[in-house]
């Protein structure tokens, strides 16, 4: 045990996607058994699956932790009731709003013990281990990225709106719009209802606080954020496998990859930009990946290669602007700092 926890420590980043892959994939066929087959008693095993990449940094930010625990019981499970409570009412408003499955205690009995992997990863920002809680802390912090959470809410919509025009200048946002499910307040309470289901399930809490939260600073502290987003578009569509086979979708032809890879570079790169520019802010990163899904679910997009390329040239942008070909500076919030290592300002005072 002590041979592998000690590889694990020294190769975190390849620890990161055997953990993550080994979670997901080895779960992976409690996709097809809920989604077709209607087994819904696996649905447990596909939200911890699916909270794969959160999970391994997690596990692996346990295993590295080298400082004692901090805080109380009480507090950490106070966040994890809290957040089990939260986690169950958004999943049971989803499957009743937009699923329109019938309200009743069955519902709500299944819902609140699927949930609880969920509610875990949301409570790990409470955690008692320094280690974790450290890069998790970021999933509920608001403070100081009011803007940047609002620029990643719009962004997608933008460009969603963008390409429509570019498609139909005329006709093309009406149409958009007359396939809209409501309008006027039902209309807000849907998408308000959607957003906030995509970012608990799972694009914040499953994801980003895995790819983005635990991965890119790693990655940033040894490459610079272009390569970064090359590496984690590499294995990020690939980890959906189970998922988009259960789905229909042809995962096993070459081809759909090819289509694939393309756009979820653009999205890494924006996911990756916002990270940065708020300073490692899981949230932002997670109100990026849902808003944009919530886009795609309300609007109806004529013409997918238009969006596909709005978004390409919309993250070209970002990188020439920001320049991500260049290392972050090593104490940039959004870079790994080994918690071994003496902290900057302290050895800064210790010279002079």
């Not at 794969?52 to 080298?66: D, E, K, Y």
Request: charged fraction near 10%.
């Amino acid at each position: 045990m002590k041979k592998i926890t000690g590889w694990i420590k020294r190769h975190q980043i390849i620890a990161f996607f055997v953990i993550t892959f080994g979670i997901t994939w080895g779960l992976g066929f409690s996709y097809d058994a809920v989604m077709n087959k209607g087994i819904f008693l696996l649905a447990p095993l596909v939200f911890i699956a699916t909270c794969g990449p959160a999970l391994a940094g997690i596990i692996i930010s346990s295993i590295c932790n080298t400082r004692p625990r901090e805080g109380s019981k009480r507090t950490y499970r106070i966040a994890f009731l809290v957040a089990w409570a939260v986690s169950t009412l958004v999943c049971v408003a989803h499957n009743t709003i937009i699923n329109h499955a019938p309200l009743n205690p069955i519902l709500v009995a299944i819902t609140s013990i699927t949930v609880i992997p969920v509610a875990f990863v949301i409570s790990m920002a409470y955690s008692r281990l320094p280690a974790v809680k450290r890069f998790m802390a970021s999933l509920l912090r608001l403070r100081r990225v009011w803007g940047w959470a609002l620029l990643a809410l719009l962004w997608t919509p933008a460009l969603v709106v963008v390409a429509i025009f570019i498609k139909a200048p005329r006709s093309g946002l009406p149409i958009a719009i007359n396939h809209l499910p409501a309008t006027g307040l039902p209309l807000v309470g849907l998408v308000a209802v959607a957003f906030i289901y995509q970012f608990f399930f799972f694009n914040a809490t499953g994801e980003e606080a895995g790819w983005r939260g635990f991965a890119l600073p790693r990655l940033q502290a040894q490459v610079s954020p272009l390569v970064a987003c090359l590496v984690l578009n590499a294995f990020w569509p690939l980890w959906h496998f189970f998922l988009w086979m259960a789905e229909g979708k042809p995962v096993l032809s070459l081809g759909y990859w090819g289509e694939a890879y393309r756009p979820l570079l653009s999205a890494t790169v924006l996911i990756v930009w916002f990270y940065n520019r708020s300073k490692g802010s899981i949230l932002v990163a997670g109100i990026a990946h849902a808003a944009a899904n919530t886009a795609f679910a309300f609007l109806v997009i004529p013409e997918w290669r238009i969006f596909d390329w709005t978004a390409a040239v919309a993250s070209l942008l970002l990188i020439l602007v920001s320049r991500m070909w260049k290392k972050l500076p090593s104490e940039h919030p959004a870079v790994y700092q080994d918690p071994g290592l003496p902290d900057k300002k302290q050895m800064d005072l210790e010279v002079k």
